[in-house]
């Protein structure tokens, strides 16, 4: 099974910062048919179902705010909220779909300073 | 717009069995793999089980295989979670979910199972 490592567990922000979070990956989500990484974030607000950010890495779903932004290739991978508004404290993960079974990291909860 | 409302959840004691519903609306269902996720009190997430649009493939993670079955009725627009052999660590939300290039866009608002005696 692919292994999720997901850094940090949570994350203490102010209104304006800019954060990072990071997956990484036990082997390559890089498909070498379609060098599509198989990727996707997620965000779940308290006491809601999550919401898809992003997938295939770094393709911004319909509807999401371009602060919100994924990188990375192969085994790492980022997401990077700059301007962190109030609206965005919730818990943050990340779904590995290359291979079943599906894993998702472990979360990182974030709030405000 | 696309909706899946989940049912059929509740308290069960251990070793007992319960069938979960997820009926759609919004897409064509027929044409779309569909998953259960879970997730435990103040827990993460955890992904279960997939089927292919057509019920050709299924998946399951190893914490439910042998105990829990997916399916789904394309005439209804329903996918199913049938689960044997419940546990305690069985507790959790569990989610419907729309697969979307592989990944998941759109969940359902979820369902309680409680395992406890």
């Known amino acids: 099974d692919i292994v999720m490592t997901q850094s940090p567990f949570s994350l203490a922000v102010s209104e304006g910062e800019m954060v990072t979070i990071n997956c990484k990956s036990s082997q390559s989500l890089l498909s070498s048919g379609n060098q599509k990484n198989y990727l996707a974030w997620y965000q779940q607000k308290p006491g809601q179902s999550p919401k898809l950010l992003i997938y295939y890495a770094s393709t911004r779903q319909s509807g999401v705010p371009d602060r919100f932004i994924g990188s990375g290739s192969g085994t790492d991978f980022t997401l990077t909220i700059s301007d962190v508004q109030a609206e965005d404290l919730a818990d943050y993960y990340c779904?590995?779909?290359?291979?079943?079974?599906?894993?998702f990291g472990a979360g990182t909860k974030l709030e405000l300073k | 717009e696309v909706q899946l409302v989940e049912s059929g959840g509740g308290l069960v004691k251990p070793g007992s069995s319960l069938k979960l519903s997820c009926v759609a609306s919004?897409?064509?269902?027929?044409?779309?793999?569909m998953h259960w996720i879970r997730q435990a009190p103040k827990k993460g997430l955890e992904w279960i089980a997939l089927i292919y649009y057509d019920s050709s493939n299924k998946f399951y993670s190893d914490s439910v295989k042998g105990r829990f079955t997916i399916s789904r009725d394309n005439s209804k627009n329903t996918l199913y979670l049938e689960m044997n052999s419940l546990r305690s660590e069985d507790t959790a939300m569990y989610y419907c979910?729309?697969?979307?290039?592989?990944?998941?866009?759109?969940w359902g608002q979820g369902v309680m199972v409680t395992v406890s005696s």
């Open positions: 919004g897409f064509t269902f027929s044409s779309y793999g």
């Open positions: 779904l590995q779909h290359y291979s079943s079974p599906y894993t």
């Open positions: 979910a729309k697969s979307f290039s592989g990944s998941v866009d759109y």
